[in-house]
């Protein structure tokens, strides 16, 4: 080995050129300032579909890989990212992301509530839609609770559809579900490619929606109703286990069409809402909801809780709530409401 002396030059220095250039590495990232900002529509095996110049005559779906110096931080349905690279949307393009924008809202779930890996379903959703058959299958009021849990725990706000009226009355369970004030959409399978459609986008419009529910409720067969130009395969629930198969694999965020009498360049003709067609699920899992928070979707019942003891489950002997709705705050129905999804939480998801 060689040794310079304190008096050595950069003439004594030999160095000996990489196979891939003499480049000095860097730590310093470029800041892309020039980069696109895009939707991203589905996540699959590691390329992402967005959406550049969305609302625009020049928006175009470009499919891109998530760039190096983001790391680990993952890329889901629904976030706002920065693109940069071949913008074309040409085939056997690709672009590249670079940045994530901070998200409005993260839907989150488990496998199940002793799994600590947290799975994220969706960003910057403003709305969740609970899609729950009413008969073929039966309907999974525990499994629903659930769904309403993560919603408020993600600033969600739910939206009940209820599919196969044709098939059993909705009153029931209408009915177990009224003290939260939830809004909902009854539809029936002959219908739903007519005015039942259209009375459930009056609730989407100018919204992004994330479609929940178990396999076989009819979730997928409601989006391509409402999206009749991007049609996904459906499936059957079998006649034995009364359960369905999984044939969506993918989250795909699709927009609605324009209301009926927009005008053409008008904001309802550009933005007429987002929904984003999930996988069916088995199970909910919610071990990463803290109780404390599911508390804020009930401000009703919220300032009662300022004399409740330390770590208070809010349903205990000594809950300050059963005093506040005493004293005629708060309706006793929405406590038990408020109990009845807490313990939803804790239990097992059959009924």
Not at 31 to 37: I, L, P, S, Y
Not at 86 to 114: K, M, N, Q, W
Not at 171 to 184: F, K, N, V
């Amino acid at each position: 080995m060689r040794r310079y002396d304190k008096n050595a030059d950069e003439d004594d220095i030999r160095s000996r050129p990489g196979r891939r250039g003499s480049r000095p590495r860097t730590r310093i990232r470029p800041k892309h300032e020039d980069a696109a900002e895009a939707m991203i529509l589905t996540v699959d095996r590691g390329r992402m579909t967005c959406l550049v110049d969305g609302g625009t005559k020049d928006e175009r779906q470009v499919v891109a890989m998530k760039s190096r110096e983001l790391g680990r931080k993952g890329v889901v349905v629904g976030d706002t990212v920065s693109v940069v690279g071949d913008l074309s949307g040409e085939p056997d393009t690709l672009a590249r992301i670079v940045r994530v924008e901070e998200r409005s809202s993260v839907l989150r779930r488990t496998a199940d509530d002793d799994d600590p890996y947290e799975r994220i379903v969706v960003a910057n959703a403003q709305q969740m839609a609970i899609v729950t058959a009413l008969a073929n299958p039966e309907p999974r009021p525990r499994l629903i609770d659930r769904c309403l849990v993560a919603a408020y725990d993600a600033g969600l706000e739910p939206l009940l559809v209820l599919t196969k009226a044709d098939l059993a009355s909705a009153d029931g369970l209408l009915e177990s579900y009224a003290p939260l004030g939830i809004r909902y959409v009854v539809t029936r399978a002959d219908e739903l490619e007519t005015a039942g459609a259209e009375a459930v986008r009056t609730h989407l419009r100018g919204r992004t929606t994330v479609f929940i529910g178990h396999s076989g409720v009819g979730k997928t067969t409601l989006v391509n109703a409402l999206v009749p130009e991007h049609r996904r395969s459906t499936g059957r629930v079998n006649a034995v286990t009364g359960r369905g198969r999984h044939t969506t694999v993918s989250a795909l965020a699709l927009r609605l069409p324009p209301a009926p009498g927009a005008k053409p360049g008008s904001k309802k003709a550009l933005d007429p809402g987002w929904v984003i067609d999930t996988p069916g699920f088995r199970s909910f899992g919610l071990s990463h909801i803290d109780p404390s928070r599911v508390i804020h979707a009930f401000p009703d019942l919220e300032p009662g809780t300022a004399d409740c003891p330390r770590a208070c489950s809010h349903d205990e002997p000594d809950c300050a709530l059963d005093a506040w709705v005493a004293d005629g705050h708060a309706d006793p129905a929405r406590l038990y409401s408020l109990r009845r999804l807490l313990a939803a939480k804790d239990a097992s998801e059959g009924d």
